[in-house]
């Protein structure tokens, strides 16, 4: 089996030869997409905090310049917020050519 069946016969719980894997020669490529998002990278804030906002509008923290971090502020505060809730549109076809074009090197 090549990768793509290895990643596709995992997911679909089909006992493949092997588990997918996600190392340096793994079954799975970084790719990235253009879509316009409130997405900020991570900005030192201080006192070794370091925070970010995701595509959705989550803030971020982390407490060194390596870890994952956590959410610390929710994009809604309570659920009457909802309905003015912005989601990114990620339907337009345009903003995944990176991901096409990295799929087209493998």
């Known amino acids: 089996m090549n990768s793509r069946e290895i990643v596709l016969s995992t997911l679909a719980y089909e006992s493949p030869e092997r588990v997918a894997r996600s190392f340096c020669d793994g079954d799975f490529a970084w790719t990235s997409y253009d879509v316009a998002t409130p997405a900020t990278d991570w900005m ?23 870890s994952k971090g956590e959410v610390v502020k929710g994009v809604l505060d309570s659920l009457e917020d909802a309905d003015a809730l912005t989601f990114p549109d990620f339907s337009n076809p345009a903003d995944y050519a990176p991901a096409r074009a990295a799929r087209a090197a493998l």
């Not at 925070?51 to 060194?64: F, L, P, T, Y």
């Open 44 to 66: 030192e804030v201080g006192g070794g905090r370091w925070e970010r906002m995701d595509e959705w509008g989550n803030v971020w923290a982390r407490v060194d310049r390596f």
